[in-house]
């Protein structure tokens, strides 16, 4: 667990720090998605998009990998 809250603490310092760098510059989200060509609403549609190219390969492979895991977890000799 502590572990986890380090990790997560240096990332929201990263991304402070960086959020802070790019404001110094004047860039907001709306500049470089600007920049880009993009919109929040294509940005959303790609998401999605990508959700549902992902989610049912994701689903398919969790059937053959969690039982192989489940049996090897199983079959190893007890840790002391």
């Known amino acids: 667990m502590r572990g986890i809250l380090s990790g997560l603490i240096k990332i929201a310092l990263a991304s402070l720090i960086a959020g802070s760098f790019l404001a110094f ?4 989200p709306k500049v470089i998605l600007d920049y880009f060509g993009l919109t929040p609403d294509e940005i ?14 994701m689903l398919l492979g969790a059937m053959i990998v969690l039982p192989l895991w489940l049996i090897t977890y199983i079959l190893l000799p007890p840790r002391e």
């Not at 510059?25 to 907001?28: D, E, K, N, T, W």
Request: aromatic share 22%; charged share 5%; net charge positive.
């Open 25 to 28: 510059f004047g860039l907001s």
């Open 44 to 57: 959303y549609t790609a998401l999605l998009a990508g959700f549902g190219w992902a989610a049912p390969r």
